[in-house]
């Protein structure tokens, strides 16, 4: 009379296990926005690298017979206070705006979630100390920190990923913390110390998998506000040295002619408004495709 | 005794209710051509598994479906002879709360946690009686006590309360207008054995007390046993048989209904072990095209598997869907 | 109540010390030396080493740190090594154009930025909603100070309307607003939103709508309060935000205020003005995050309990407050 029929467990493919990167790649897929934002950046990249060999002309040349051109046939952007061409600039400076935000993101990722992690696993007094530390770093805003710490470095690239890496890394430390101190807590952590799991499995199998997915999502919404100010670094003169082709900083040099030449100003800032949009629009998709708890 | 009941008035009618909810770009069956009577004064258990429709059948009654995942509703709902389904949300909204009202399932979340208990109670009882402020929380007061809560606690918020307490408070919401008809969505299933015993115990006696009609959602048969004059088992979405207590207790006949008292202890008999039912509910996004029990199915037949059967009658008021009481009748 | 607030401003003195200390130690280290922008490329090396005597920038950095903090507990920020006005004086005048900015902004992402949010999440995923939710993208991808420009560039250049520099009457106050708010009012209409979607599944709607009350009165008296306290956080951290955006909108409109005192200190590595504008900012923010602690006590009963159990227990009372990104 006992009839045990097994069920087949059903295959399931790699795609449709929530959180998984097969899985966040199709939900982002899905999203014409975000596919649009993708095609962008990379695009951009990519035409950032090879410009030196498409672009008629070089970023850096010099034509004063060229000084404010308009937009034309010739330069669709227009040329700057030197004769340069705009388009072949924001071109060329794509690579710094967009290294620059996912740079000293991933620098603020890695410093904040070592610390976050350290604090949040060991407790106690060295907790205590961290967050302390990162009261300080927190009682200001972030932006003041990071102008504060370009004067200290000076203007150049790396220097301004460092110093926008720490400003911004507190905030990812807190997350991390709080992430690892809610896992350490969580029945399971209880189940699998209860299994004689030793401590290296259980950050392995379970602290670091489950404390990831908040993270990737401040990252991917983090690139887009880091860019955003890297640029207004740039444009008030503490970012990268002044003659490179950054949009903020071409920004801040065509401040000065803005009544007669406005077209300086609109292109790269165009571009700063695309790329930080197309980041965003990433950074959105994959929250939705990694937080459950907008999902129906 | 409690066929008495059924010769009053029909009080609620639901005819072919059928619910779709969107879910990730698939469509959730949820609820699929639900047709029950009830009449004043009786009681209706509402049985089954954990999403086999059981809220959404409550929730449909009380037409508060959640709008963003709510694809299609079909079907009729008479409650005293209205359509509740073609009605305007304004008529809807004199109709819930003081006809018509519901217990959550789940204490802890049902509760505003920002207002107090009193301003909940007493903001269905302003709404409906137009009453002032200070008679509304004079009638909350009282109402609070009826449960059995000291009045001196209505103006605590629900963090300041147990699970059972806020049951309470749930319940007092729910009443607070004496409607005809109370829905209760598990109100115990959240609750301790104890507090459980209680909360029935109350349920009852302003049942008692006051008349009302009531639809207990539940998968404890021991509370329908209890409580429940009439019996409807769901399964998937639908009605797999529907029945006084004593038809469908006494002689279940549908294999899903045997199934769920194979799987509840006995006292008189002696098993050496409780027979679970196999298998998982089908999938609500692809249903099968025969009979939806049929994967689980200890008699289940190629036939079954092909065809859809509906409700059919036995006995009195008892209706099963399978087809061999269909073939057999 | 009012100990808790005593407990908080207790507590932040120790961070504003070491903030003060961590400023001056970084203001020591910033290349260029203010002695050279104040006396210009053409001094003499003798006349040099006498201004730097006078400013006591020759004393060792244990000196320096140690009268700087003496005069800091006297509440003097010492004077600015131009103008040779007291900082602190300065700050005073200053700061009520910056107080005035900020708050105009904020006030003007809440109004905005509140109901498009709630509006978005009752049509969540209707045509009306995704095109909101791109344009507020779209304004949270904008450059403020690129904004600026082109605010300036319309409206004052072209049209003629509005005045694009210094202050004096409301008008002035209109692009600087405009230019510094839009951003945090998308974040705040993004945060309405999502915390509203949240609330609206939670079972107490459900509770709120079976009473019978009308969809207006579930909104407004039961989601919206519940769904306060993420949206009370990212405006907390948007009057930060603002704090620190008002440096770059202060300096393209030329308003007066704290944000541009402290770019012209680091131009011309005027340290004492750095430090008192950085040290004044940090103070207002951190007054700031006690009312947003303050407000969330108002808005949930159940944060209120910990403060006032935070009374008689005075272990753990700070609630850990979500971060914002500013």
Redesign the interface.
Known sequence: M????K?NPEKVSKSEVPGSLPYVWKKIRTRR?AMIGLIFVVTLLILSFISPWICTYSYKAISMKDKFALPSWQHPFGCDELGRDILSRVLYGAKYTMSVGVFSTGFSCLAGVILGSVAGYFGGFVDNLIM?CL??F???????LA???S??L?PGFEKVIIAMGIA?M??YA??MR?SILTIRDSEYIEAATAMNCTTFQIVKRHIIPNAISPLIVQVAM?I??AG?SA??LS???FGVKATTPEW?AM?SSA?TF??DY?HM??FP?IF???T??SF??VG?AIRDALDP???? | MKNETTNNELLLSVQDLEVDYSSGGSTVCAVNGVSFDLHQGESLGLVGETGAGKTTIAKSIMQILPDHATKRVAGEIFFKNQDLMQMKEKELQNIRGSQISMVFQDPMTALNPVMTVGEQIAEGIRHHQHLDKAHAKQAAIKMLETVGISRDRIDEYPHQFSGGMKQRVVIAIALACNPELLIADEPTTALDVTIQAQVLDLIKELRRQKGTSLILITHDLGVVADTCDKVAVVYAGEIVEIGSLEEVFDHPSHPYTKGLFGAIPDMYKDVARLSPIDGLPPNPTELPEGCYFADRCPHATEECRARHCQLEHITGTHYVRCLKTEQEG | MLRYIGKRLIQMIPILMVVAILIFTLMYFVPGDPVKIILGNDATPVEVEKVRDELGLNDSYLVQLTDYLKNLVQLNFGDSFFSGLPVRDELMNRFPYTLMLTFCCITCSVIFGVPIGISCALRADKLADRIWMFITLLWSSMPGFWLALLLVLLFSRQLGWLPSIGIGGPEYFILPVLSNSLGSLAGIARQTRASMLEVIRADFISTAKSKGISRREVIWKHALPNALIPIITIIGGGFGMMLGGATITESIFSIPGIGLYMMNGINNRDYPVVRGCILYIAFMFAIIMLITDLVYAFVDPRIKAKYVRAKKKPAKAEPERSEVTC
């Not at chain 1, 006992?2 to 029929?5: C, E, F, Q, R």
């Not at chain 1, 927190?138 to 003041?144: C, D, E, K, M, N």
């Not at chain 1, 708890?293 to 129906?296: S, T, V």
């Open positions: 006992l009839k045990t029929k069920r926005l302390r009261d300080v927190q009682s200001f805003p972030g932006i003041l102008i504060t710490l004067t200290v000076g911004y507190p905030a807190r997350m709080a983090g887009a506000s955003l640029s207004s444009f008030l003169g903020g920004l401040r803005i009544q406005p100003c609109i800032g700063i408004m695309a930080v949009l965003n629009l959105d708890k907008l999902k129906d």
